[in-house]
């Protein structure tokens, strides 16, 4: 994930996961034999008026790491482009956005976002019942466009270890401003994912597991459109040989 002189900037959203990875690359930072830069970046989805800025500018600063942050008003965005029942979306992808443009504005070369395991395998689950589409997160993506490097360095931790860390820390998480943290798709999947486990303990590791390419995988071919399915048809039927008299 490292290379010498890379310049990191952190998705910082003041949640568990995202503090941790703050405090974590701080430390990685303060030892590592690879030297790298490290910054934090947070949008404001203007839910709150109470924007915890001194707060996340006080956290950073434990760790010298240097904070930016911008407005984005999701839900006027949500209004403009309403398509799904929640902005989860439109939230997701507005935020995205502004990291990548942040990042470049600001010449760093790479992302960290602080995805775990957990949210890996509800990403998986997702999108097998959503979009019927076998994809979640990776470790390492490239965005073709930017030529940013999105690194995810929590990704094969646990959600459970990661707030057990956190609390040896001390850290103290901020409450979500969202007035739909809670009532989300992906929560909706991770109490699915929980209900499944207490009838069989090992239902999380077998999502993980599926989530992997495997010699033992036996799919489908790719579905073909209407239009190339009604070709072959009739070039079978137009090339069979007529019975002889």
């Not at 709150?48 to 984005?72: D, G, K, M, R, W």
């Not at 010449?107 to 395991?117: F, R, V």
């Amino acid at each position: 994930m490292l290379k010498p002189h890379d310049k990191i900037l952190i998705g910082l959203s003041g949640g568990k996961d995202s503090m941790f990875l703050t405090a974590a690359l701080a430390e990685i930072k303060k030892y590592s034999p690879i030297p790298f830069e490290l910054a934090c970046y947070t949008v404001d989805g203007m839910f709150s008026p109470a924007f915890p800025a001194e707060e996340l500018q006080a956290f950073c600063s434990t760790y010298n790491v240097t904070h930016y942050h911008e407005q984005i008003n999701v839900m006027q965005l949500w209004q403009n482009h309403k398509q799904t029942n929640t902005p989860c979306f439109t939230c997701a992808y507005f935020r995205r956005a502004a990291t990548n443009r942040k990042a470049l504005e600001l010449g760093y070369n790479k992302i960290a976002l602080a995805h775990h395991q957990d949210d890996a395998v509800e990403t998986f689950l997702m999108n097998i019942l959503t979009s019927g589409q076998l994809r979640t997160f990776l470790p390492v993506t490239t965005l073709s466009r930017s030529g940013l490097n999105v690194l995810r360095p929590l990704i094969y931790y646990r959600e459970a270890e990661i707030i057990t860390f956190g609390q040896s820390l001390g850290l103290k998480p901020l409450k979500n401003p969202c007035p739909f943290d809670g009532n989300t798709k992906r929560e909706e999947i991770k109490q699915l994912i929980a209900a499944l486990s207490f009838s069989n303990a090992d239902v999380f590791e077998h999502l993980a597991a599926a989530m992997r390419t495997s010699s033992k995988q036996e799919l489908w071919p790719e579905q073909l459109p209407l239009k190339t399915l009604n070709s072959k048809f009739y070039k079978f039927w137009q090339n069979k040989k007529q019975p002889s008299i």
